[in-house]
Nanobody, 124 residues
Framework: QVQLVESGGGLVQAGDSLRLSCAAS????????MGWFRQATGKEREFVAA????????YYVDSVKGRFTISRDNAKNTVYLHMNSLKPEDTAVYYC????WGSGSPEIHKYDYWGQGTQVTVSS
């Protein structure tokens, strides 16, 4: 079992930056790929970014490429999502998730463990 706790969300203005963190505890000795997803009110949860265990492979949804960066510090059991040039359409609850079998994937069903989410609100 892995427990994930997100932090770093908040209310910002368009063009601002935020850094989300996801701290893992529990069975952190396993080599999990990690992903960030988001869910806006009234919409389905969607993929945002993913990173392989070693950090050598990263994946992004087209709408955040060039603005968001996913990274991880395995010594701290923490994954980050650096978000720059935020837009109102980025407003959502952001979730981190762990994929114990893959190397990073946009497919939501591949992630076995999820955090509780952190709210990001971007005002125009």
């Amino acid at each position: 079992q892995v427990q994930l706790v997100e932090s770093g969300g908040g209310l910002v203005q368009a063009g601002d930056s935020l850094r989300l963190s996801c701290a893992a505890s529990g069975r952190t000795s396993s080599r999990y790929a990690m992903g960030w997803f988001r869910q806006a009110t009234g919409k389905e949860r969607e993929f945002v970014a993913a990173i392989s265990w070693g950090g050598g492979s990263t994946y992004y949804v087209d709408s955040v490429k060039g603005r968001f960066t996913i990274s991880r510090d395995n010594a701290k059991n923490t994954v980050y999502l650096h978000m720059n040039s935020l837009k109102p359409e980025d407003t959502a609850v952001y979730y981190c998730a762990a994929d114990p079998w893959g190397s990073g994937s946009p497919e939501i069903h591949k992630y076995d463990y999820w955090g509780q989410g952190t709210q990001v609100t971007v005002s125009s």
